[in-house]
């Protein structure tokens, strides 16, 4: 009989199941990164001009950027000299339904157990399938354009819809925020683009799937959300990525912008391939996201679910510009093996009367390292602002370790901050108790989990929340999900 | 159903257990009783398997099947189940969440299909009225911020909702007021059945009033001194245990 620290042990150390590739031949854009690649992605993308001068923008303030050093892990060499920054699926033709999407891609959705046929059927989800960095499926498109909302792929928006772009592109998240950033602003592949009118609420959850699927290729997505006044608008981006031995780099950047009273919920499902036990191979999940509630009264709330990538490096934030502004960020970061999470938030409080919530669950199993890192800026003029954090850690074995690291800078004296912290083990008592009730070792672990992270998974809209519950369970199936 | 042979047992390097035999058939009601430290609880840790014991002389016999070969979540499966008498929180689970994987585990074990939600929900409240459990705590998280009694309660439940074949209750009776006792002894008397059987833990021949057993066995020391029917119950409570402890001390010297 085994003892359950070997159980956890073996589960901790499980292999990755959604590993496998998809054949689909690629267009590739020659390998390393100089101004001719930039001048070729721009050119394959069939961009205009001021396109083009923005990607170059990026590159030139790339080219002065160095990697920070704050970080809670080792940096891993990257030489972005031997990427390549250009990927497309070969077929381009449009597609008018489902039907003529590649077979092969649809079997591939359907091994992750995205049945997207049904997911036509079911309440209402328009997919914009990204798949490597051409759009090849978007669905529901009709139904949005009669509400005179836009959910196109970013590529598609920078030809229909330029002034949109021009006027919203990096206003959040500037070409030099930062060198990852700026990376994406010289590369980016492609993305999403969504734009709610005024008084619009979206009848329906946007979702989009990423999938990198080329080897040594950097990904690079795009999305910018605009809710314009007294609008709502529920995204959901989920990904899960086929197994490969090199790194891979993925840069994203997401930019969101709420107007008054307007609403944007953001919510994330992240299964990048997470490496080997060993920790070789991978996903580099650097990304930056960041929203502005610049309306009164408008509200944006992150919500994500982080089971993937060697390393998920990221710290979705929200800009509380407006008065009465309320931002959210719940977040379920999950570590195995050998994987590394150094994640959290940052809420600048610059508007009167201005809330947020911060509520983490870290899980850490096996050699892994969990970090938070949350920052609660209050400005000068946010009178009574106020926050909440709650951040919280669940250790399975005793070879993981949990970081916090909670920054709080005040400059009203009107405002609350309240942080509060735990650190936990899976009791020995709560698995003996669930076998003695006919439930092995690692369905309870994957019970005790989903349990802890309840007040998250509650966040996901309905049917992904059912999704990365699953999720969870698979993972911990591996390390207590 | 269930025979256990000279077992003996140690945790953390300690000899707690030192040679106990019992044997228990389909339909009887054993109580066991026995001052604190003597080994109850230890003696239900290792027969559902509790890992940190481990046993180191003995067999243990539950239907035909080598009870000490099974992985705890196996012993569930095949029909034993153990109210504990420190039942645990596990937030953020809902209890019926946690009944129906654990039903559904046990109906595949046996190469049945899950059970349907309907079917599901309707033997809850059959149950739930059975035992005269709240109704309201069956959606709360599993046991979390539930009071001593309710918890205790909940194993009761628990035990009716799985019906297994041998259910060892561990002091249930247990910080219970004397209208929560007679609930929860009326629970287990509807469950008793000609097929069923059941070893009480307890410390309070007030609990026997209720659920009258057909042997009442003592354990002292690790090992069972004393063998008798009810009125054995009624003696302890009596006397106490200090003649039995006294008895027990004079054979050895002997
Ligand atoms: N983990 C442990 N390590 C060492 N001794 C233990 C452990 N658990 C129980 N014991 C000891 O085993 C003996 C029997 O305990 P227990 O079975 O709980 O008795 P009872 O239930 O009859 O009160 C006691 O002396 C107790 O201190
Ligand atoms: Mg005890």
Redesign the pocket.
């Known amino acids: 009989m085994r003892n359950s620290n070997e159980i956890i042990d073996d589960i901790a150390n499980r292999e990755y199941e959604f590993g496998f590739t998809t054949d689909i031949e690629m267009e590739m854009a020659p390998v390393g990164l100089n101004e001719d690649t930039i001048r070729f992605i721009s050119a394959k993308k069939e961009e205009p001009e001021w396109m083009l001068e923005w990607r170059l923008k990026g590159y030139q303030a790339f080219k002065k950027m160095q990697f920070p050093k704050w970080q809670h892990f080792e940096m891993p060499e990257l030489d972005l000299q031997k990427l390549s920054y250009y990927a497309a699926p070969k077929k381009k033709k449009q597609l008018n339904s489902l039907d003529e999407v590649d077979p092969e891609l649809l079997a591939t959705f359907e091994k992750l157990g995205i049945p997207i046929n049904e997911q036509k059927a079911l309440a209402g989800v328009a997919v914009d399938v990204v798949f490597d960095s051409v759009s090849v499926a978007t669905t529901f498109k009709e139904k949005l354009n009669e509400l005179g909302i836009i959910f196109c792929s970013f590529g598609e928006a920078v030809r229909t819809h330029p002034d949109l772009v021009k006027k919203y592109l990096g206003t959040v998240v500037p070409h030099s925020d930062n060198i990852f950033a700026a990376l994406n602003a010289a590369v980016f592949s492609d993305g999403s683009f969504v734009y709610i009118p005024k008084g619009v609420r979206c009848p329906m959850e946007l979702s989009t799937y990423f999938r990198i699927n080329a080897e040594n290729t950097g990904q690079f997505e795009r999305t910018l959300i605009i809710a314009d006044d007294n609008s709502y608008v529920s995204y959901l981006e989920g990904c899960t990525a086929p197994k490969r031995d090199e790194n891979q780099l993925h840069a994203a950047v997401v930019e969101l912008i709420a107007m008054d009273h307007s609403e944007i919920k953001y919510s994330t499902v992240q299964n990048w391939y997470p490496g080997d036990k060993d920790g070789n191979g991978g996903i580099y999940n650097f990304v930056t996201k960041r929203g502005i509630c610049k309306g009164n009264s408008s509200k944006i709330s992150w919500t994500q679910v982080e089971t993937g990538s060697a390393i998920t490096w990221k710290y979705p934030s929200v800009i509380l510009q407006g008065d009465d502004a309320e931002g959210e960020f719940y977040s379920v970061a999950v570590t195995r093996n050998k994987q590394i999470a150094d994640t959290g938030t940052k809420i600048y409080h610059l508007g009167r009367n201005t809330r947020s919530r911060i509520i983490s669950k870290g899980i850490s199993a096996g050699h892994s390292d969990n970090t938070y890192r949350g920052l609660v800026q209050v400005g000068p003029r946010a009178a009574n602002a106020r926050n909440f954090t709650q951040c919280d850690s669940l250790l399975i074995g005793d070879r993981c370790g949990a970081h916090t690291f909670p920054y709080i800078e005040s400059r009203n004296s009107t405002a609350t901050v309240e942080h509060e912290a735990t650190t936990s083990k899976i009791g020995e008592d709560q698995i003996f108790y669930l076998n003695q009730r006919g439930i092995d070792t690692e369905k309870a672990v994957a019970l005790i989990v989903n349990g802890y992270a309840q007040e998250v998974l509650n966040q996901l809209p309905m049917e992904f929340a059912v999704e990365a519950r699953k999720l969870l369970s698979i993972t911990l199936e591996g390390s207590v999900g | 159903m269930l025979t256990i042979k000279n077992l003996h047992a140690e945790?953390?390097g300690?000899q707690?257990l030192k040679g106990i035999n019992l044997e228990i058939r389909k339909g009887e009601m054993h109580a066991i009783m026995?001052?604190?430290?003597?080994?109850?609880?230890?003696?239900s840790?290792v027969l559902a398997g509790r890992e940190?014991y481990t046993v180191t002389q003995g067999e243990v016999i539950f239907e035909g099947k080598n009870l000490l070969d099974m992985s705890p979540e196996d012993r569930a499966r095949e029909g034993l189940f153990m109210a504990f008498?420190y039942p645990v929180e596990i937030p953020g689970v809902s209890n019926l969440h946690f009944l129906k994987t654990a039903l559904n585990e046990i109906r595949t074990y046996h190469g049945l299909p899950a059970m349907e939600s309907k079917e599901f929900l309707k033997l809850t409240k059959e149950k739930q009225q059975l035992v005269d459990f709240n109704a309201n705590l069956m959606n709360r998280s599993l046991n979390e911020g539930f009071s001593g009694g309710e918890k205790k309660r909940n194993e009761v439940f628990q035990l009716a909702m799985l019906d297994p074949k041998l259910a060892i209750l561990?002091?249930t009776d247990s910080g219970l007021d004397i209208d929560a006792l007679r609930i929860v002894a009326a629970g287990v008397n509807k469950l008793r059945s000609a097929d069923k059987a059941f070893m009480v833990?307890t410390h309070y021949q007030r609990l026997l009033e209720y659920i009258v057993p057909d042997f009442v066995h003592v354990?002292y020391n690790?090992q069972i001194v004393k063998t008798g029917t009810k009125e054995l119950a009624l003696e302890l409570e009596e006397k106490g245990y200090d003649w039995l402890k006294e008895e027990v001390h004079q054979k050895e010297s002997v």
Not at chain 2, 34 to 43: A, F
Request: hydrophobic letters at 25%; zero cysteines.
């Open positions: 945790v953390d300690k707690i026995g001052p604190n430290g003597s080994g109850k609880s230890s003696l840790s940190n008498q561990d002091e833990i354990l690790g």
